[in-house]
């Protein structure tokens, strides 16, 4: 989920927010200011049940930006880079660039959150229970009385053994800790949440069938959401169980065809595009350090007429747009990065020098190779190769 404002950062971490916060903000306050803080405050003005509501709606999101939190300290405790956290309809992500490293690290990352909700619950639960001893107010104790519930149900509900929720990768750091085998646990745990999520669907279904409100048809979406989430979690264990191992020297394009700058559009087609099978091509400075990217995606929305004047800086990927990779790294950790400007491809460096570059169809073609040799080949079989250099399939 992107982020649409950047709120800041903590510890290198980047917090952000997705315009679909506002949605369910507004569902927050809408609820708590016009029926549950009416009927707990009785006759006192709406603009205090209106401010009470504000309080605990921002009060609430800041309790989940700390959930998130929880997980993203605990994964950098544990030598997992974090690109950051984006708050959103369905609550945070925190976004984990690498895989956790052990069984225990991956249960403790994903423990974390919810044990931060328990206790951010408690806190609010003794502070309601001591506004109330000094008489400070049921404006007070209804908003802490809140706060208090909202999260212990946070806290339970994600404590459900299913993915994409922490339950479920819980249960899959079990699962790995108890069998050794992580492809399998991620498989399990994603199946779980796809059971979960049809489950809601239909205690959705049913409930606007027989209840009046908006109730059920929020349960069949969170339901629906979670079914594909956890389907999205299974393709991707799948895949990782293929690529584990392979690095990104394994699926890169070694040594690709560069173009500077400064040079036309009009140029780049004439003596780039039209004499190589290529749709990208990195761009490097008069040093030969990478400086952008740039492909045909970005020629296509150029009108014809402007390429003779137009300078292939003027559309690329700025360098900064464009995601760099080592050649040691795992192509697994790359994967969630591959995105945004550059079309699904990112830049091979290696001590400052380009040296290659990674495509969907490098990937792709990798997949393929290793469900092609899974049960072995023939002996005396090699394995098919495109390229100079391309590595034994491991």
Known sequence: ????????????????????????????????????????????????????????????????????????????????????????????????????????????IAAVGPLTSLALGAVFGVAALVAGLLELGIVALGVLGWLAAINVVLAVFNLVPASPLDGGRILRGILWKAHGDRHAAAVTAARAGRVFGFLLIGLGVAQVIFVPGLGGLWLALIGWFLTNAASAEEQHAHVQGR??????????????????????????????????????????D???????????AQIKHLDPEQRVATLVSDIACQDDEVPRAHPQEPVMSLLPRMQGCTNGRAIVVED?????????????????????????????ARPPSARPGDPTIR
Not at 255 to 280: E, K, M, Q, W
Not at 355 to 371: A, N, Y
Request: aromatic share 6%; with cysteine.
């Open 243 to 284: 690529l584990g191992g392979i690095t990104v020297a394994d699926v890169m394009t070694p040594d690709p065809i560069v173009v500077r700058p400064d040079i036309t559009v009009a140029s780049l087609l004439d003596d780039y595009v039209l004499r190589n099978r290529c749709s990208a091509f990195p761009i490097v």
């Open 1 to 108: 989920m992107n982020e649409t404002l950047r709120l800041g950062s903590i510890r290198g971490i980047r917090i952000g927010v997705n315009w679909t916060v506002l949605v369910i903000f507004g569902l927050i306050l809408l609820g708590l200011a016009t029926v549950q803080f009416p009927l707990l405050f009785g006759d006192l003005p709406p603009i205090v049940s209106w401010m009470a509501g504000l309080v605990a709606a921002l009060t609430f999101f800041a309790s989940l930006l700390a959930h998130e939190l929880a997980h993203a300290l605990t994964a950098q405790r544990y030598g997992v880079r974090v690109d950051g956290i984006t708050l959103w309809l369905f609550g945070g992500v925190a976004r984990l660039r690498d895989e956790p490293p052990t069984a225990g690290a991956d249960l403790w």
């Open 352 to 380: 400052g020098h380009l040296v290659g570059i990674v495509s969907p169809t490098d990937v792709t073609r990798m997949l393929e190779l290793t469900e092609l040799l899974r049960g072995g080949h023939l002996p005396g």
């Open 286 to 296: 008069v040093h030969g350090r990478p400086a952008g990217l740039i492909t045909l």
